[in-house]
């Protein structure tokens, strides 16, 4: 499956549960908690298979943006507070890895540009397989989001 922006009402909810028993314990955990109450940090879910991630932090021009890319987990992002903006390419074209995998983190940055840009606006899910680099954080004042971690088969 390739990156793409849910809206929580769609059917397209239905799609990536069926495709992963995972992905309908996230879709569970958002049907019984309010993310906008939850405390910063992490948030077990099922142990290193599915945990949540509550941060905030100051967004930034497109133009500051790093790409990123995870080996183990899809990273599903929720903007909470407004919209955010989301630089995204093909981990496939990107060639100047800034470093090597941070593997106990699950992450490597690249000094590539994104191709292209995705917005997803509050409460809407935008998820990210290991296949695409993406860029968060694209926009101007404080964003709260919240990040589920998906492990990979």
Not at 56 to 67: C, F, I, K, R
Not at 97 to 106: L, N, S, Y
């Amino acid at each position: 499956m390739q990156s793409i922006v849910i809206k929580p009402e769609s059917d397209e909810t239905h799609r990536w549960a069926a495709a992963d028993a995972r992905f309908g314990k996230m879709f569970d955990y958002l049907k019984t908690h309010s993310l906008d109450t939850l405390a910063e940090g992490r948030h077990e879910i099922d142990g290193e298979e599915i945990f949540l991630l509550i941060v905030t932090g100051e967004m930034h021009p497109a133009s500051n943006g790093v790409l990123e890319a995870h080996d183990r987990y899809f990273d599903v992002q929720i903007p909470l507070l407004q919209p955010e903006r989301f630089g995204l390419a093909s981990r496939a074209q990107c060639h100047a890895p800034r470093g090597t995998m941070d593997t106990a983190a699950d992450i490597l940055f690249f000094d590539d540009s994104p191709r292209r840009y995705v917005d997803a606006g509050p409460g809407e899910l935008i998820v990210f397989t290991p296949e695409t680099a993406h860029a968060p954080m694209i926009g101007s004042g404080t964003q709260r989001k919240a990040v589920f971690k998906i492990k990979c088969n």
